[in-house]
C-alpha cells in the first residue's frame, strides 16, 4: 500500500502491547496482500484477469470489502465505484500525466458498479465486462484500520489508535482519562502553522478524510487529482475535502470519496439520511457540517 | 590586568550600556519565571516525545528511562522535581521543586514541564486525518 | 600610482586572509571547549571581527564574518544547514550593528560597548530567525531570550576587553615596525 501505518496502544506491559501491534501489522500485511492493485498476485488482480471471463474464488476478507464498496456505491448513487480502475489508471499522478479526453471516454463504460457481482454461498466475485478493473483504493485503507483494531482487541489491548495514512480508528481513552484527539488537515495548509484546522475527539469511531491535494497535480492551470466522478471520468469539482465519522473505517474511507464526487449539499444530504457525522470544505473554503457534530469539533481561529 | 586597566578600555558609554544590559537582561529572567502559569499538568517527555501526561494533584513517584539511564520524578503537594538522574552534572536535581516552567536532564534527554490542560490539548493532536 | 593601489589592495587581500584564517582557528579552537551550558557560545572568532572592523574597516570586516562563517560550515559538513543560516544572519547583523555604529558616532563606545553591541545584535537576530524558521513557539524563545542576552552581555563584554588589548598590542607593534 505504500502508506505509513501508525498503531498506538495503551497497555500496562510493554510486552503485550509490543505483541498485539505486531500482530496487527501482520494482520493489515495479509490484507494488503489481498487487495493490492499493483500485485499480481493479489485476488484483486485476479479478478481484474478474470473480468468478462470467469468468477474467481476469493478469501471471506475479499467478500467482505467488496460487500461493503458495492453497499457504498448503492447508497451514494454510484458516485463511490470500486471499479473506477479502467479510468484512474489512465492518470499518472507521479509523471503528472493527464489523459486525452477520447481516452476518458473510450474507457468510461468500463466503470460501472453494477457489473461486480459477488456470491457468498460460492465465495466468488465476478466481474462482468472485459477490460474492468476494480481498484480498493478508497476502501482499503479504512477496512485495514478495522481489522486491525479487531486484532488490537483480540489481543486484550482496551484502548488505542490506528491511522493508515490518515484513516483513523480510535478505541478506548487515553491515560488521561480523555477521548483520542484527531487534527482535521487544512485542505489549503500553507506551513507548520495553519496545518490542521479543526481537532475532534473519537473514542469507538473512525475517521477519514479525502481530499483534493493528496495525489495531485497541475496541467495547464487546472488541477487534476484521484477523487474522479465515475460518471465523467474527471476529478470531482466542489469540494477541498471531506472528513467522515462513523463507526466503521471501511465506510468512513468509501464514503469519504464517495461524498467527496456528490459535492456538498448532495454530501450533507446523504450524511444525515445515513446518521454519519461529517466536514466538508467546498470549492470555495466554506465549512460545510452535519448538524450533530457541531458540539464536539473545535475548529481553530484562522488568523 | 588591573582594574584601572579596564577602566581605560572602557568608555562611559561603555559602562552605562553595560549596566543597562545587565539590569535589563537579569530582570527579565526574574520576570519570565514569575509570570508563567501554574500548571495542572505535569507532562514528562523523553527525546522529545511525551511519555506522561500527570496530574499535578495527585502524590506520586515516576520513574522514566532515558538515554542513560532512570530519571526518577516525583510529584508531591503540587510540585515536581527530579530526585535522581544518571547525569555528570546533576543539574537537574540542583533545580529542586518547581510549580511552574520546566526541568531539563539533557544529558538523559528528560524534561520535565508543567502546562495547562487547554495548551496540552490544543498543541498536540493523536493522530491527523486528511 | 596604479602599483601603489594594486600593492594596497593586494595587502587588504593578504590580511582578510589572515584575518579568516584566525578567526576560523579560534572558532574551531573554541568548538573543542567542553560546554556545561549548552546555549554559552564564547563568540571567540568576534574578537578577530571586533578588531578588523576597527582596525581595517566594515567592509574587511565583512569579508573576515563572511569567509569564517561559511568556511566553518564547509568543513563541519553543515553548510546551508540551519546551523549555518543562524551563524551568517547573527554574524552579518552584528557586524554591520557594529560598523553602523562606529561610522555614526565613532568615539561614543569603545571596544567593550561595540563588543556588547555586536552580541546583542548576533543574539536578536538568531532568536529571531530561530523563530521564524526552526521553532514557531514564542513562548519557548521569550522564555530563553533574557538567559541568552545576558550570557551575551558576559561574553561580549570579555571579548571586548581582549579585542581592546589585542589592537593596543597590534598598534604597538606597527609603531615599533614604523620606527
Request: net charge neutral; proline share 4%; charged share 20%.
Amino acid at each position: 500500500m505504500d502508506t505509513l501505518v501508525t498503531i498506538t496502544v495503551v497497555s500496562s506491559s510493554k510486552d503485550s502491547a509490543e505483541k498485539a501491534i505486531d500482530t496487527a501489522f501482520s494482520e493489515i500485511e495479509k490484507l494488503e496482500k489481498l487487495f493490492d492493485f499493483f500485485s499480481p498476485d493479489s485476488e484483486i488482480s485476479l479478478i481484474n484477469k478474470n473480468a468478462g471471463i470467469s468468477e474467481v474464488k476469493v478469501s471471506q476478507d475479499t467478500l467482505d470489502i467488496l460487500d461493503k464498496a458495492l453497499y457504498v456505491s448503492e447508497k451514494t448513487e454510484g458516485a463511490f465505484d470500486a471499479t473506477i480502475g479502467a479510468v484512474i489508471t489512465l492518470y499518472d499522478f507521479y509523471k503528472k500525466v493527464n489523459p486525452e479526453d477520447s481516452s476518458i471516454k473510450k474507457n468510461l463504460s468500463l466503470v460501472n458498479y453494477r457489473y461486480l457481482t459477488i456470491d457468498r454461498n460460492k465465495s466468488t466475485a465476478f466481474l462482468k465486462k472485459r477490460g474492468m478493473y476494480i481498484d480498493l483504493g478508497g476502501i482499503s485503507k479504512g477496512y485495514a484500520a478495522d481489522n486491525a483494531v479487531e486484532t488490537l482487541k483480540r489481543n486484550r489491548i482496551h484502548s488505542g489508535l490506528v491511522s493508515v495514512a490518515g484513516d483513523i480508528k480510535a478505541f478506548g481513552l487515553k491515560p488521561d482519562g480523555k477521548p483520542w484527539k484527531i487534527g482535521i488537515r487544512n485542505p489549503r495548509a500553507k506551513g507548520q502553522e495553519d496545518d490542521i484546522m479543526a481537532t475532534i475527539e473519537l473514542t469507538d469511531m473512525a475517521i477519514s478524510t479525502s481530499g483534493d491535494y493528496e495525489r495531485s497535480f497541475i496541467n495547464d492551470g487546472k488541477r487534476y487529482h484521484h477523487l474522479l466522478n465515475p460518471r465523467t471520468g474527471y476529478p470531482a469539482e466542489g469540494c477541498q475535502s471531506v472528513s467522515i465519522i462513523t463507526k466503521e473505517g471501511a465506510f468512513t474511507d468509501a464514503f469519504a470519496t464517495g461524498i467527496f464526487i456528490l459535492g456538498p449539499e448532495k454530501g450533507i444530504k446523504t450524511l444525515e439520511k445515513m446518521g454519519f457525522d461529517g466536514v466538508i470544505v467546498d470549492s470555495q473554503g466554506k465549512v460545510h457540517t452535519t448538524p450533530h457534530i457541531r458540539g464536539k469539533v473545535e475548529f481553530k481561529r484562522s488568523s | 590586568m588591573n582594574l584601572k586597566g579596564l577602566l581605560n578600555s572602557t568608555t562611559i558609554a561603555d559602562r552605562i550600556l553595560l549596566f543597562i544590559l545587565i539590569l535589563l537582561s537579569l530582570s527579565g529572567i526574574f520576570f519570565i519565571k514569575e509570570v508563567l502559569p501554574k500548571g495542572q499538568i505535569v507532562r514528562i517527555e523523553i527525546n522529545g516525545h511525551p511519555v506522561y501526561l500527570l496530574p499535578i494533584e495527585k502524590d506520586r513517584i515516576v520513574s522514566v528511562n532515558g538515554s542513560e539511564g532512570n530519571t526518577i520524578v516525583e510529584i508531591k503537594n503540587h510540585k515536581v522535581r527530579i530526585t535522581e538522574s544518571p547525569c555528570d552534572n546533576k543539574l537537574c536535581i540542583q533545580q529542586g521543586w518547581i510549580e511552574k516552567g520546566s526541568i531539563v536532564c539533557l544529558p538523559n534527554r528528560v524534561v520535565v514541564i508543567i502546562g495547562t490542560p487547554e495548551d496540552e490539548s490544543n498543541k498536540r493532536v493523536d493522530a491527523i486525518t486528511g | 600610482m596604479s602599483q601603489t593601489r594594486e600593492l594596497m589592495q593586494s595587502q587588504d587581500k593578504y590580511r582578510i586572509a589572515l584575518l579568516s584564517a584566525y578567526a576560523l582557528a579560534l572558532h574551531g579552537f573554541e568548538s573543542l571547549l567542553p560546554t556545561p551550558i549548552p546555549w554559552l557560545r564564547l563568540g571567540l572568532a568576534n574578537i578577530i571581527t571586533l578588531t578588523t572592523l576597527i582596525l581595517y574597516g566594515i567592509r574587511a570586516a565583512l569579508m573576515v564574518t563572511l569567509i569564517r562563517v561559511v568556511l566553518a560550515s564547509l568543513f563541519t559538513g553543515t553548510f546551508l544547514g540551519p546551523a549555518f543560516i543562524l551563524s551568517l544572519g547573527g554574524g552579518v547583523i552584528s557586524t554591520l550593528s557594529m560598523g553602523i555604529v562606529l561610522s555614526l558616532m565613532p568615539r561614543l563606545f569603545g571596544p567593550v560597548g561595540l563588543s556588547l553591541i555586536g552580541a546583542l545584535f548576533h543574539n536578536s537576530a538568531q532568536l529571531f530567525l530561530a523563530y521564524i524558521l526552526f521553532i514557531q513557539r514564542i513562548e519557548a524563545i521569550l522564555l530563553i531570550t533574557p538567559v541568552i542576552i545576558f550570557l551575551g552581555t558576559l561574553t561580549g563584554s570579555v571579548n571586548g576587553i581582549v579585542s581592546d588589548m589585542l589592537i593596543k598590542n597590534l598598534k604597538k607593534t606597527d609603531e615599533k615596525i614604523q620606527n
